[in-house]
């Protein structure tokens, strides 16, 4: 590889992308990031770690663009230079993916051929490599046919997202083959933190938690409570995206912690940490269900372990009471053990903008 070490990321205004970011600039990277302009700031998980560009010491640069718009991918990509392509950007949300199927699809599977095409035409005609990588999903294995499910477990996707997402993953090798690209996929299985989307069930158990703690919510609405999921800690995670692409070659790999949970375990502990019995505030609402579910996720990272040297360092109960500790955090709420704020990204005094 160039010892030039420039990182472009889509998606860097999402939990992983904000977490990829702080990784590759500990680690020396100029960082690019792809974000959309929209009416109203969406920055709020970078802006800690953004630096006016103006300034000697910037090293975290951004540009207007979008997965459904490949010129300005080109153009992006042509700018930046990037030896390194981070493709984190989706409309990631499942449940969301059946209500807008065609734009899941598009941003999602038509979003990964637009940057593997510009990556190609580029790599072809500079001959300067670029090594690319796809963000996977458990979500890829579906109707599980196998458990645990490792690289080699067949896909059987139960959404558009899904769908999209083993488009992409497929893409993804046969230009890995085709063209000689640096490609990788990671299949990575739920990853949660603090800064993850308040509408994904972690995050929505832990708000409300805090919510009631502060007496403003009285009910938590949920869907299916059955569902078991393999959940770590996305700081972890954004880690072995890294590492893969510092192999001496392309390959994918699953990440996971090997370990699943219900979500009513999950709700056990986030409850019980604060004192309370989740039966007394969680009400069933079935707009929360799906056509189709996803019942039982379960991944084997031993590839990751044996071949990246990767491995997750939280817990699961860890996970669910640092997430805890975080929302009440936010409402200036005191925490049951003591601990204190974990994340950078709530005092906000920065705006991450580049047309200002
Ligand atoms: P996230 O928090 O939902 O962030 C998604 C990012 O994609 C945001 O920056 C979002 O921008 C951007 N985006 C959405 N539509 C776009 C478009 N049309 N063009 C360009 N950017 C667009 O997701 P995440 O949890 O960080 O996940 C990162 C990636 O890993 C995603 O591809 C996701 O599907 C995948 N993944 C996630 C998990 C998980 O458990 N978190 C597991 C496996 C795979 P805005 O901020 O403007 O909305
Ligand atoms: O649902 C159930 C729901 O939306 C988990 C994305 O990052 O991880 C994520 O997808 C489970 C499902 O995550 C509610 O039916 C019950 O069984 O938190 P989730 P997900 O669908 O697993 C994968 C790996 C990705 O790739 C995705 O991008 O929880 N559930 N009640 C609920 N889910 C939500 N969101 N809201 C509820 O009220």
Known sequence: MSGRKVALITGITGQDGSYLSEFLLDQGYEVHGIIRRTSTFNTDRIDHIYIDPHSPDAKLFLHYGDLTDGTTLRRILEEVKPVEIYNLGAQSHVRVSFDSPEYTV?????????????????????????????????????????????????????????????????????????????????????????????????????????????????????????????????????????????????????????????????????????NLDWHDYVAFDPRYLRPAEVDLLIGDPTKAKQKLGWSPSVTFEELVKLMVNADLINLNLPTPDGSQREDNTLNRRNFATIVD
Request: proline residues 4%; aromatic residues 14%.
């Open 106 to 274: 598009d941003s999602v599977a038509m979003g990964a051929l637009r940057i593997l095409e510009a990556v190609r035409d580029y790599q072809q005609r500079t001959g300067i490599e670029v090594r690319f990588y796809q963000a996977g999903s458990s979500e890829m294995f579906g109707k599980v046919i196998e458990v645990p499910q490792k690289e080699t477990t067949p896909f059987y996707p139960r959404s558009p997202y899904s769908c999209a997402k083993v488009y992409a993953h497929w893409q993804t090798i046969n230009y890995r083959e085709s063209y000689d690209l640096f490609a990788c996929n990671g299949i990575l299985f739920n990853h949660e933190s603090p800064r993850r989307g308040e509408t994904f069930v972690t995050r929505k158990i832990t708000r409300a938690v805090a919510r009631i703690v502060e007496g403003t919510q009285k009910k938590l609405y949920l869907g299916n409570l059955d569902s078991k999921r393999d959940w770590g800690y996305a700081k972890d995670y954004v880690k072995a995206m890294w590492m893969m692409l510092q192999q001496e070659q392309p390959d994918d790999y699953v990440v996971a912690t090997g370990e699943t949970y219900e979500i009513k375990e999950f709700l056990d502990i986030a409850f019980s940490h604060v």
